[in-house]
């Protein structure tokens, strides 16, 4: 059980242009399904927390309006990347929580590798 | 500022002994730990967890121990196996908190 999907699983595109990432619970219901990236050799940071029905929360330093996050469903979250750059070029995971969960347990997917050209 | 240091970015042990990821954390509100396993382009996948009020917790051939005054943990595995060489993330938060904040990796590789 707990199995979070991502797609695509890599993507490149062309600079200027959008690109949209998907994240799926298969097996639960993810109340609450956060957005990361990490950079070669650093460590995973979060950009935004999304939560099914309400607007995304944004880490410090990340353009909303850059990455538009939208969590439609309890097993759906979307992350578009706008307007794209080469510097936005990077590893992009999900990870999901289920409800009823208080531990800090979240169940990731497998990542996007995201290159813009 | 990294509140979460994994100063060892990488590990190399012989299959069968003992392997010990060590990791340090600056903030003192965190009161859950976590250490997820990350093999190249895939996610991190859940090992183990402790909180605050423990030392240690065991899982097969993974225990973590937990040194809150030195605000430091340590995971370890024993016998390493091949299976077990991937980068290996320590992660902390507040229990009952969402958000996860993570170290910086460590390299393991099990040499046969």
């Known amino acids: 059980g707990a199995v979070v999907s991502q797609h695509p699983s890599w993507v490149i595109c062309k600079s200027g242009t959008s690109v949209k990432i998907e994240c799926r619970s298969l097996d639960f219901q993810a109340t609450t399904m956060f957005w990361y990236r990490q950079f070669p050799k650093q460590s995973l940071m979060l950009m935004a927390t999304?939560?099914?029905?309400?607007?995304?929360?944004?880490e410090q330093g990340v353009e909303k309006d850059k990455f538009l996050i939208n969590h439609a469903s309890l097993t759906l979250s979307t992350l578009t990347v706008t307007s794209a750059h080469p510097e936005d070029s990077s590893f992009y995971i999900c990870?999901?929580?289920?409800?009823?969960?208080?531990?800090?347990?979240?169940?990731f997917g497998p990542g996007t590798r995201l290159t813009v050209l | 500022d990294q509140q979460v240091k994994q100063n060892s970015p990488s590990l190399s042990v012989q299959e069968g002994r003992i392997s010990i990821l060590n990791c340090d954390y600056t903030n003192s509100m965190f009161d859950y730990f976590l250490w997820y396993k990350k093999y190249p382009a895939e996610g991190p996948t859940f090992l183990i967890s402790?909180?605050?009020?423990?030392d240690k917790n065991e899982d097969g051939r993974f225990t973590v121990f937990l040194n809150k005054s030195a605000k430091h943990l340590s995971l370890h595995i024993v016998p390493s196996q091949p299976g077990d060489s991937a980068v290996y993330f320590c992660?902390?938060?507040?229990?009952?908190?969402?958000?996860?904040?993570f170290g910086t990796g460590t390299r393991l590789t099990i040499i046969p």
């Open positions: 990870s999901a929580r289920s409800e009823g969960r208080t531990g800090g347990e979240q169940f």
């Open positions: 402790i909180s605050s009020i423990k």
């Open positions: 992660a902390a938060t507040n229990f009952g908190n969402e958000k996860l904040t």
């Open positions: 999304s939560n099914e029905g309400s607007k995304a929360t944004y």
